[in-house]
């Protein structure tokens, strides 16, 4: 199977939170990260977590980890229509001189 | 502060022809790494050049081959293209020795490859 899966689709109403769902198979992972990819434009980051951690917040981002189900998380409270965008998941490595591999990205709409 | 910047945003070749892809990183980095993006996919890593060597390689066909030049600046060549080669064509550079392990790589706007 795929090393990092999303869920395809996502679809809030506007003022909603959306949290958007990950998992990953390499359980060496070291950082895990969220990209966001607007139409016709590359990635950005959002943010990253390290494999120590449970939980990072950052403004209207909330990122949980858990390391024993592999399982990452992505929630935006209070989501606007600027959020519609793809978001992939990442996970890096040591071994792999931290090279990013993604998930094939959770397409988020946001409904006014 | 320039960001990473890529050439051309567009191209369309046909099966067997050769392509010349360029990016030039953000200013300061001096690591590129090129990635494929398929319609519908992720990113997929092709390889990374730091100090103009390939430094690691995904799992991509010789056909794909780059270059760094001495401003850092790389070129991604792919030859012998198949109608498969049609994607997005991301740069992303980077900073070794930013302090950060993970190396926080800054992305282009990506070259559309279409292959006909």
């Known amino acids: 199977g795929e090393d990092v899966e999303q869920s395809l689709f996502l679809s809030v109403r506007e003022g909603d939170s959306s949290v958007i769902n990950c998992t990953y198979t390499d359980s060496s992972s070291t950082y895990l990260y969220w990209y966001k990819q607007e139409p016709g434009a590359g990635l950005q980051l959002l943010t990253y977590i390290f494999s120590n951690m449970d939980m990072k917040q950052d403004q209207r981002l909330t990122v949980l980890l858990n390391k024993k189900d592999k399982h990452l998380s992505l929630r935006i409270a209070d989501t606007q229509t600027g959020d519609s965008a793809i978001y992939f998941c990442?996970?890096?490595?040591?071994?792999?001189?931290?090279?990013?591999?993604f998930g094939r990205g959770t397409s988020l709409i946001v409904h006014p | 502060d320039a960001g990473v910047t890529q050439s051309p945003t567009h191209l369309i070749k046909t099966r067997g022809q050769q392509v010349t892809l360029r990016c030039s990183p953000k200013?300061?980095?001096?690591?590129v790494s090129w990635y494929q993006q398929a319609l519908g996919q992720g990113p997929q890593f092709i390889f990374q050049y730091y100090e103009e060597e390939e430094r690691q390689r995904g799992n991509f066909p010789d056909r794909f081959s780059g270059h760094q030049f001495p401003n850092y600046s790389s070129e991604l060549n792919v030859n012998a293209l198949l109608l498969g080669d049609s994607a997005l064509y991301l740069c992303?550079?980077?900073?070794?020795?930013?302090?950060?392990?993970?190396?926080?790589?800054?992305f282009g706007p990506g070259t559309r490859l279409t292959v006909l």
């Open positions: 200013s300061g980095h001096d690591t």
């Open positions: 992303a550079s980077s900073l070794v020795g930013s302090g950060s392990l993970h190396n926080e790589q800054f």
């Open positions: 990442a996970e890096s490595k040591p071994g792999g001189s931290y090279i990013p591999t």
